[in-house]
Structure formats: C-alpha cells, structure tokens
T-cell receptor, first 113, second 112 residues
Framework: QKEVEQNSGPLSVPEGAIASLNCTYS??????FFWYRQYSGKSPELIMS????GDKEDGRFTAQLNKASQYVSLLIRDSQPSDSATYLC?????????????FGTGTRLKVLA | DGGITQSPKYLFRKEGQNVTLSCEQN?????MYWYRQDPGQGLRLIYY???????QKGDIAEGYSVSREKKESFPLTVTSAQKNPTAFYLC???????????FGPGTRLTVL
C-alpha cells in the first residue's frame, strides 16, 4: 500500500464547476497535510496546509481533513482553465528528532473552457 | 526578493560524468531538501539537511552526494554511480518550527 495515495486522473471538470481532489494516507502519526499545485514543467507551489480535522477555506480553495478516515481532500470552487495542473498531496510525519514529508503521485486536473 | 534559486535550469550529462546542481536560499531557513521527480511518480527524497555541516540520506541517496557548508547553500552532486539520473530535481527549504516546505524552480537533468 502506498503511503500517500491519489487518483492520477485526469479529472476533467467544466469551467465554473467544483473540482474535488482526494488523498488518503496510511500513517496515523501524520500531523500536517499540504496541497501543492504543479504546472507542467514547473515546481510545486503551496496552495493550502491543514492541521486539524474539519474544513479550511482560502478563497476558492477548501481543504478538508478527516484523521479518523485518514483522508484529506481539496475542493476548488468556480474552476478556471488556469487551474489545470497536477495537484500533489503531501503529508508530514514527525520522527524522533526530525520529520519526514511523503508526497502522493498527484492528480491531474483539466478544466474545460 | 526572498526565495530559492536553482541552477542551471537544464543540464545535460554524458555517461560517466559527475555533475553538480546548485541550490541557494535567502529565506533564512534551517532545513533544506533535495527531491527527484520522475514522470508519473511522486517526489522522492534524496538528501536533507537541518543544520550546517550535517545532512542525512533520504530514500534514494545512492549515487548522489551533498554538502552543507553554508546555511544558504545545499548543492547536489549526481555521480557516475547513479545509473538512471534523467529526472527533474527539486530543492526545497523550510524552517524547523514551521513545517511547510517551499520549492525552488527545479533543474531538469538529461543524460546523453
């Protein structure tokens, strides 16, 4: 079982719709959760971080975390063609004296104009 | 402007050559990381450093080496022992108290 699992997609949504991206993780000790957006050929850029159960909203983006189900999601409202990218889910696990980030393989989102 | 810079943007390596990828940050971050990204795969950790003159191996350190002589700099050398080095290399940094990682623009390495 992969430590952080995402559907590779592509997930296609029409412009203006809500895009829902999902991520599951295996380590119950995971403490911090991140969503990054990566355009083709570019480096990942941070969209959202979330640390506690529930929803966190930032503009058109909402991150949702459910630690009991080991599930984190990202909702993008009013999707725009410029949102077309690969979205990486990342999990931070604290280890003795250090911490470790584990990345999913990403979900490719296509927003159709 | 604060940020992370990587150079070069594109790098071509011949068989048997060592090459060094540069990573510099002016964010005053203590921790720095090197990742490798291959098509269809997630980011895989090569090396990381949380303090000057100290670094630890990540999941795929074989064939790579690093140094951390200055807080701002964390160069990665891809040695001839790395049999499949063609990939997108990403450098990241973070503070030790805030756990968010920020990425540089990346270096795309191609072996000829």
């Amino acid at each position: 079982q992969k430590e952080v699992e995402q559907n590779s997609g592509p997930l296609s949504v029409p412009e203006g719709a809500i895009a829902s991206l999902n991520c599951t993780y295996s380590d119950r000790g995971s403490q911090s959760f991140f969503w990054y957006r990566q355009y083709s050929g570019k480096s990942p850029e941070l969209i959202m971080s979330i640390y506690s159960n529930g929803d966190k909203e930032d503009g058109r983006f909402t991150a949702q975390l459910n630690k009991a189900s080991q599930y984190v999601s990202l909702l993008i409202r009013d999707s725009q063609p410029s949102d077309s990218a690969t979205y990486l889910c990342a999990v931070m696990v604290r280890l003795p004296g250090t911490y470790k980030y584990i990345f999913g393989t990403g979900t490719r989102l296509k927003v159709l104009a | 402007d604060g940020g992370i810079t990587q150079s070069p943007k594109y790098l071509f390596r011949k068989e048997g050559q060592n090459v060094t990828l540069s990573c510099e940050q002016n964010l005053n971050h203590d921790a720095m990381y090197w990742y490798r990204q291959d098509p269809g795969q997630g980011l895989r950790l090569i090396y990381y450093s949380q303090i000057v003159n100290d670094f630890q191996k990540g999941d795929i350190a074989e064939g790579y080496s690093v140094s951390r002589e200055k807080k701002e700099s964390f160069p990665l050398t891809v040695t001839s022992a790395q049999k499949n080095p063609t990939a997108f290399y990403l450098c990241a940094s973070s503070t030790l108290t805030e756990d968010t990682q920020y990425f540089g623009p990346g270096t795309r390495l191609t072996v000829l």
